[in-house]
């Protein structure tokens, strides 16, 4: 065991403060990883206060992670001391279901395994600790190659915030030419813009904030809509095929449904703690709507997306904070002020 330094949440409401965890010495298919930046999801968020549920404290959050290999396992036959790496949202899955041998191991039958607050399947009583450390030891199988010549702290977010926005597009088959829609603009939705941008599309972004209009054409929006102005959202009226929601708090879908044009679809991808009001049916049905869901992504398919973003020059807009000020940056993202992810830098532990 080597112990390293953390910052955890010892309760709903202690916010974070200086911690250790314990990480395991290398199994023989680990990659233990000097961790440089780790990415603050809104999740964290969530799961820390425990609006989600149930947490066992001390937790450590943080599944946006990118560093650099340290040591490897001696089976280890994908990565190398000195490679730089990145490790999102699971660590596990069970590796033998119809959804992990699909490579989609975030939708794991048996559950997959959360990079932080979840049982590790390895031995049934140890809890996950995340990436706001400065180390942590995965299994090569779920662990990610940053492509060359990214910059490391704005690639960190891809690994959750780029993943969850690229892989329900895909799944739709969004095209060149086709109009999405973005709603939220946070870190999730300023990847979703982005990402849709990069595969063509046309892309509207629904805000509650008005203030942020400029910076969502300059983020590369055609069109930006402030959700609370029902002139301009009627104006929007039939004009999507795809929605992104990553709203995290509660609020109604109707007004977003009326922007989809006939077989249009909204994907939830914002996970609010209380539950929504209900969708009209008539609204579905008229235009033959669909109302989906999508959870992160698989292993292959992040790095099919961190190749896209490679690719295409795609990186998260950060602000980078130090661990003394991570209450204040969750503080600023619960009021919708974040531009647009906020990037632990793990140095200042
Ligand atoms: P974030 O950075 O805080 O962005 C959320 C955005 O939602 C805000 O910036 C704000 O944008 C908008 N918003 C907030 N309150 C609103 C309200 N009352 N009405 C309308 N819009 C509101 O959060 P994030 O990290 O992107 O995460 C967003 C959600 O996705 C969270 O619930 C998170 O847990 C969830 N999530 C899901 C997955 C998945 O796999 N499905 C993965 C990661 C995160 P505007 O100011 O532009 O309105
Ligand atoms: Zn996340
Ligand atoms: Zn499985």
């Not at 990069?198 to 942020?212: H, N, Q």
């Amino acid at each position: 065991m080597t112990e390293v330094k953390a910052y955890a949440a010892t309760s709903p409401t202690s916010g974070l403060v200086p911690s250790t965890v314990e990480r395991r010495e290398p199994g023989a298919h680990d990659v233990e990883i000097a961790i440089e930046f780790c990415g603050l999801c809104h999740s964290d968020v969530h799961t820390i206060r425990a609006e989600w549920g149930q947490v066992s404290y001390p937790l450590v959050p943080g599944h946006e992670i990118v560093g650099t290999v340290s040591r490897v396992g001696k089976a280890v036959q994908g990565f190398t001391v000195g490679q730089v790496v990145g490790v999102g949202c699971m660590v596990d899955s069970c590796r033998e279901c119809g959804s992990c041998l699909e490579g989609f191991e975030q939708y794991c039958e048996m559950g997959n395994t959360g990079t932080y607050g979840a049982v590790d399947r390895r031995n049934g009583d140890t809890i996950t600790q995340g990436g706001y450390a400065k180390a942590i030891v995965v299994d090569e199988n779920y662990v990610l190659h940053i492509p060359e010549g990214m910059n490391l702290a704005a690639a960190a977010p891809l690994l959750c915030a780029g993943v969850t926005t690229y892989s329900p597009l895909r799944y739709l088959d969004v095209q060149e030419g086709d109009a999405v829609g973005v709603i939220g603009l946070g870190g999730l939705g300023h990847m979703g813009v982005k990402i849709a941008k990069g595969l063509g599309a046309t892309v509207t972004v629904f805000t509650t904030s008005a203030a942020k209009a400029d910076a969502a054409l300059a983020l590369g929006a055609d069109h930006v809509v402030v959700s609370t102005d029902a002139e301009a959202m009627a104006g929007a009226a039939n004009s999507l095929n795809a929605i992104l929601d990553t709203v995290a708090a509660v609020h109604d879908l109707n007004p977003y449904l009326a922007t989809l044009a006939r077989d249009g679809a909204l994907i939830q991808l914002g996970l609010p703690a209380e539950a929504m009001p209900p969708i009209q049916p008539g609204l579905m049905i008229g235009k033959r709507l669909a109302y989906g869901g999508s959870l992160i992504g698989g292993i292959a398919e992040t790095q099919e997306m961190l190749d896209f973003c490679a690719e295409h020059g795609i990186a998260s807009d950060i602000e980078l904070v130090a661990a003394s000020d991570l209450d204040a940056a969750y503080d600023r993202m619960v009021a919708g002020d974040v531009k647009y992810r906020f990037v632990l830098d793990v140095s200042t532990l």
